[in-house]
């Protein structure tokens, strides 16, 4: 459109992302509860390689979960920036107990292998992408991920926002558009479990 004189295009920032979400309800499973695993995962992406090539440009990493137009975007005041960094990602599986003991390439703690599946809706070049490099992206740091893509509107909604919700994952990808006041209590507050978004079950007294 941009190379068609018919048209004037215009690029404008949203409140949109795209993340992926891990299940902290040992009810379902039990592989994320320490967060120096959850950190791992999250060095062990080039998310900025995913903006350039996978969005062409088209986006910011994030930093924190505040989108840019909100009033509380502040990403100098985040102390933890999460850039990609897979020997890091290694060293803090490593520190949380995950070991190749078997030398399977496949990290293990306690007889329980790090893998599981990314249930996304399937069908959308961008998550049938993302969700293929992020499997790649694992693998180089020992865990195991198993692409499960499915219908958006009869599979996937009903797992976060079903009546009730099934709550049925192991790591979720998805995307959400915030309002711009900085209220993020809906997903990340405890009481937001069960009654609002927080399909995560998180929950951090502090």
Not at 6 to 16: E, G, K, L, R, Y
Not at 85 to 110: H, I, M, T, Y
Not at 129 to 135: I, P, V
Not at 173 to 182: E, I, M, N, V, Y
């Amino acid at each position: 459109l941009k190379n068609d004189p018919a048209f004037t295009v215009s690029v404008a920032d949203s409140n949109s992302f795209y993340f992926l979400a891990t299940n902290l309800d040992p009810a379902h499973t039990t592989l994320f509860q320490d967060v120096r695993t959850r950190q791992a995962l999250a060095y062990a992406l080039d998310r900025q390689s995913v903006v350039d090539n996978l969005l062409l440009g088209y986006g910011v990493v994030a930093q924190g979960s505040q989108p840019m137009l909100s009033i509380a975007y502040a990403p100098d005041r985040i102390d933890t920036h999460y850039t990609y960094n897979p020997e890091k990602a290694k060293q803090l599986l490593a520190e949380a107990g995950w070991k190749d003991s078997d030398g399977d390439g496949v990290v293990e703690l306690d007889g329980q292998k790090l893998a599981f599946s990314l249930v996304y809706g399937g069908g959308e070049a961008f998550w049938d992408q993302l969700a293929a490099y992020t499997q790649e992206a694992y693998a180089a740091i020992g865990v195991e991920m198993t692409l499960n893509p499915v219908d958006f509107s009869t599979v996937l909604l009903p797992i976060v926002v079903g009546s009730p919700p099934t709550y049925d994952y192991e790591m979720l990808g998805t995307s959400f558009g915030w309002d711009f006041s900085g209220d993020q209590s809906g997903m990340f507050g405890t009481a937001g479990y069960e009654v609002g978004f927080n399909f995560m079950k998180y929950s951090n007294p502090e």
